[in-house]
């Protein structure tokens, strides 16, 4: 499986900004889909993840904020992040993980969220 992310950018802190991940291949509906976001001198932390059947985790700073969702029709996942903050700027990484043996684990090259003050 390859990843795509795209949709990061600078925006102004309150703004908001939909980031999308594309899947290559066919099996997409039989991976968890995630958000990882990694700021610069920190560790890579999950920001939401979104099973295939569509059960939803998100981290306590993002709840109320940022909405995943996905399409797997169409093999792609998204994160809409509304009220932004300039702490949520990072680099985001799309991250997909097969719910069956063999749990194989792909990630995307991220997409840079800057939020200015």
């Known amino acids: 499986v390859q990843l795509q992310a795209s949709g990061g950018g600078l925006v102004q802190a309150g703004g908001s900004l939909r980031l999308s991940c594309t899947a290559s291949?066919?099996?997409?509906?039989?991976?968890?889909m995630g958000w990882y976001r990694q700021a610069p001198g920190k560790q890579r932390e999950l920001v939401a993840t979104i099973t295939s059947s569509g059960t939803i985790n998100y981290s306590n700073f993002v709840k109320g904020r940022f909405t995943i969702s996905r399409d797997n029709a169409r093999n792609t996942g998204h994160l809409q992040m509304n009220s932004l903050k300039p702490e949520d700027t990072a680099v985001y990484y799309c991250?997909?993980?097969?719910?069956?043996?063999?749990?194989?684990?792909?990630w995307g090259q991220g997409t840079l969220v800057t939020v200015s003050s």
């Open positions: 291949g066919n099996s997409f509906s039989i991976y968890t």
């Open positions: 991250n997909v993980r097969r719910e069956r043996l063999p749990p194989y684990e792909f």
